[in-house]
């Protein structure tokens, strides 16, 4: 599939990916091994090349990234092997043990990274496939009542797209996004949302369910791949509802559907990256219906029709009690059915 970002071959279909998990991050028996200190430098031997297999220990790529950071004069030498930032696989999955990386599987988050390092890292490193500007911020939308302006971090070279790949009891989900767009997350050995909204499923058994701040489309569409009939997904930041859309594509063949339209350019949904008054960026044929809109929550209940509705209200601000509340007290006021924050 051709890459939102990039326009190259970047992207594969759900089954294509999740049948690479098994073997993508394991070694040959040739692969060299080397754990290293993540707390002091590197070795001064410095780093080891990619086996004969194409892949290298997690650790000897960062060796390599550190070497160049040095190189390039952003590091002194001094400073802990850790230092060169946080890795983001891909794909990325619950694993057991530290990856082998093959070629372009990884993204790092950098705070110290500059446009000309970061094109060096991408040109030089054959394992990485893109840098990207890491803040102390989260970037998207954070605020229910999307008065908070969002922020991205900067993608400074490479195609920071990437998937990760969420386990449930109807089987896995591929959710892609661009990186420097999307909050981080990564998937673990158990996810207390996922098994939330399989829980109210199983408990209410819904004809309708809407995932209300869908981010990527998690949620959402492990309710399609559990067959709930109709299923609404929602978000106010533009990259969020584009990848939840481009996501019901790429997981297509897990649902009851024909067809899915992606009515969103990803380039013009740019220009308005917040809005209200919600807007359908996809729609799927068949015997299932699957809708993607982006828009404010609390408009949704307009597209929606009068019948009873399963809600999963996965808002940012749940560690604050009072906008919990107040996102359900909005909900209820105008629609019917069950409403949860998972
Ligand atoms: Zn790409
Ligand atoms: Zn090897």
Known sequence: MKCPVCGEDCVSEAQELIATVPSVFSPCSDCSSRILDKNLPPPVEGYREPCRCGKRFIDEVYAHLYA???NEGIFSGEEPLKDVGTPLVHPGFA???PPYLPENSLVLLSRVAEKKVADRMVQDVPEIKAVVKFGTFTPG???????VPPQSYELLAGCDIRANIFSSRAGPVVLYQQQSKIHIEFPRWSNPKIEAVEFH???VNPEWFVDAFCGIGK????????????V????????????????TQVNREFFRVDNVKILGDYRKMEEMPVIRKPRLIAETEGEQEIRVYQG????????????PVLAALD?????IPEAAEKALEEWRKHVNGEAFIP
């Open 68 to 70: 160049i950071l040095v």
């Open 95 to 97: 694993m057991k043990s």
């Open 141 to 147: 939308v954070v605020d229910p009542d999307l008065a």
């Open 201 to 203: 499923v199983s408990a």
């Open 219 to 230: 949620l959402g569409l492990i309710g399609a791949r559990m067959g709930i009939p109709h």
């Open 232 to 247: 609404v997904m929602n978000d106010a930041w533009y990259a969020a509802a584009f990848w939840a859309a481009y996501n």
């Open 296 to 307: 404010d929550f609390r408009e949704l209940h307009t597209i929606l029709p009068p019948v």
């Open 315 to 319: 808002i940012f601000e749940k560690r």
